[in-house]
């Protein structure tokens, strides 16, 4: 099966520093990829959805400045978390569908970010 | 916002036992997936069923979908220790992957 890679897996950062967290699909090329954040024990809240080659569309009450959305290729998307606050802790997931129309997601193993 | 609602929130069961998931949903969907989490880790796709669908098999997972009721289940039979996990069900509105997810339910299959 398709697979997504996502790296770092885990990151502890200090307050006021930026994380970039990537995304990218092995082997196939994504044209869609989306960015999950997961609270303890919660459902996946989806924060965005990235297009190759355009911006992003964030989700009501994601702050755009605050996560930043990059898909350059066919094959990677990032998410930068900047200036980090501890209540930006969380579990982060994306994911790509093969096609537009490809109803099936894949996911990468996600990132668990803790801001000191 | 979310759109599924899964119970029970948790579940605890024997090996060998089967294990019945729901979902319920709010809006129209153009299908809805079933998806396991193991701890700390990313999802794996289970099982898609089609709003023209009312029944689905995979191995020892089976899920139905009742349209009217808005409702889904996810049945595990035979279940093993491995089975461990949360299982989420997500609702796609449109078929284009746009997907929101219940609230998962936590099952624990005890050896």
Known sequence: GAVVSQHPSRVICKSGTSVKIECRSLDFQATTMFWYRQFPKQSLMLMATSNEGSKATYEQGVEKDKFLINHASLTLSTLTVTSAHPEDSSFYICSASWQLTNEKLFFGSGTQLSVL | ?111
């Open chain 2, 1 to 111: 916002s979310q759109q599924g609602e899964e119970d029970p929130q948790a579940l605890s069961i024997q090996e060998g036992e089967n294990a019945t998931m729901n979902c319920s949903y709010k809006t129209s969907i153009n299908n809805l997936q079933w998806y396991r989490q193991n701890s700390g880790r990313g999802l794996v796709h289970l099982i898609l069923i089609r709003s023209n669908e009312r029944e689905k098999h995979s191995g020892r997972l089976r899920v139905t979908l009742d349209t009217s009721k808005k409702s889904s289940s996810l049945l595990i039979t035979a279940s093993r220790a491995a089975d461990t996990a949360s299982y989420f069900c997500a609702t796609d509105p449109s078929g284009y992957s746009t997907l929101t997810f219940g609230k998962g339910t936590m099952l624990l299959v005890s050896p």
